[in-house]
């Protein structure tokens, strides 16, 4: 303000009041009032009701709500709670970090489903697997008596398939997103003139054991030889996870038997089918998946199914 100006105001007082300037109301509704002049500034730096962008989630909230949404934002990056390197994780993530990767995270030996109680750091657990190769060996050697069992006779006949599942990865994560659940395997035949089957699999689960186990199926194809075969199938199936350990005396093949049941109920599942295919009978809780990311289960991201039909009793054509 000039001298000038200044002289001429006080040479007014007194005499003329001045008219105070229109005033306007907060356009944002915060109940603020001020000189028109004001207003951008008040919009842009002071209103409580202003919008402000966060920048971890891109979200608009109002300013007086900003420090209430960064301690809930999902993406608002917090330290590992276990205390690992990680230090920026989104807070949404934290969960899933310390379920599938965090080193620190406790976690139970992927055996315990066969028996092992030990637990110790994720970061630990592969020397664990390696430290105690014997006990973990005779942990998976009980669920596989019955393959021992047939081994000389799959010697003489064979075994009926080997499924090779390439791409293991992304079929993966096609069943984790819901993409395609189930994948198939090709038929085939339980001996040269036998029952046509085929397996199928979900990798990352079905039903309840979504998330935690490789659920695996059998169904029985309308076939060639059907009319020669007894009927209800009854035969035990035994899947075999294959451990592509370079050196077959180490390997550790992880099976399941499962015994078909020929009850009355059953009949749609074990009886001479009458359409394309029966339904499919099997488990849900196979192979834990966290045991599928042990030892050489899965090699160049691929992964081998050995499918046994018992031959107890079968009759050969
Ligand atoms: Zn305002
Ligand atoms: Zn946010
Ligand atoms: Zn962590
Ligand atoms: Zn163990
Ligand atoms: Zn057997």
Same mark, same amino acid.
């Given at each position: 303000m000039s001298l000038r100006s200044v002289e001429c105001q006080l040479r007014h007082m007194g005499t003329t009041r001045p008219t105070p300037p229109p005033s306007v109301e907060c356009p944002n509704e915060c109940g603020a009032k001020f000189e028109k002049r004001f207003l951008e500034g008040h919009v842009t730096e002071d209103c409580t009701k202003r919008m402000v962008q966060c920048e971890f989630c891109d979200t608009c909230v109002f300013y007086k709500d900003e420090i209430a949404h960064m301690n809930a934002c999902k993406r608002f990056p917090v330290p590992c709670p276990n205390g690992c390197k990680l230090t920026d994780i989104p807070r949404g993530e934290v969960k899933e970090h310390i379920e599938n &990767? $965090?080193?620190k995270a406790k976690i139970p030996c992927p055996f315990s489903v066969m028996g092992c109680d030990y637990k110790c750091e994720r970061q630990r657990m592969q020397k664990h697997i390696s430290d105690e190769p014997t006990e973990h060996l005779s942990l998976v050697d009980s669920l596989s008596v019955c393959v021992q069992k047939v081994h000389d006779l799959e010697k003489l006949y064979g075994s009926q398939l080997v499924w090779k599942i390439d791409k293991y990865s992304e079929r993966f994560q096609e069943a984790k997103t819901g993409k395609k659940i189930t994948i198939f395997s090709p038929p085939f035949l339980t001996s040269r003139h036998g029952y046509k089957m085929a397996v199928s699999l979900c990798l990352n689960g &079905? +039903?309840?054991?979504? +998330?935690h186990f490789v659920s695996v199926f059998i169904c029985i194809c309308r076939g060639e030889y059907d009319a020669l075969l007894p009927w209800p199938f009854s035969h035990r199936c035994t899947f075999t996870l294959i *451990? #592509? $350990? #370079? *050196?077959p005396s180490a390997r550790r093949n992880i099976s399941y038997t499962i015994k078909p049941n020929a009850c009355k109920d059953n009949k749609p599942f074990l009886g001479r089918p009458v359409g394309e295919r029966n339904a499919s009978f099997g488990t849900q809780k196979s192979v834990p998946l966290n045991v599928m990311k042990t030892l050489d289960y899965i090699r160049d991201d691929t992964m081998f199914l050995k499918v046994h039909v018992d031959y107890d009793n079968m009759i050969l054509l």
């Open positions: &990767d $965090c080193p &079905d +039903g309840k054991a979504k +998330g *451990d #592509q $350990c #370079q *050196d």
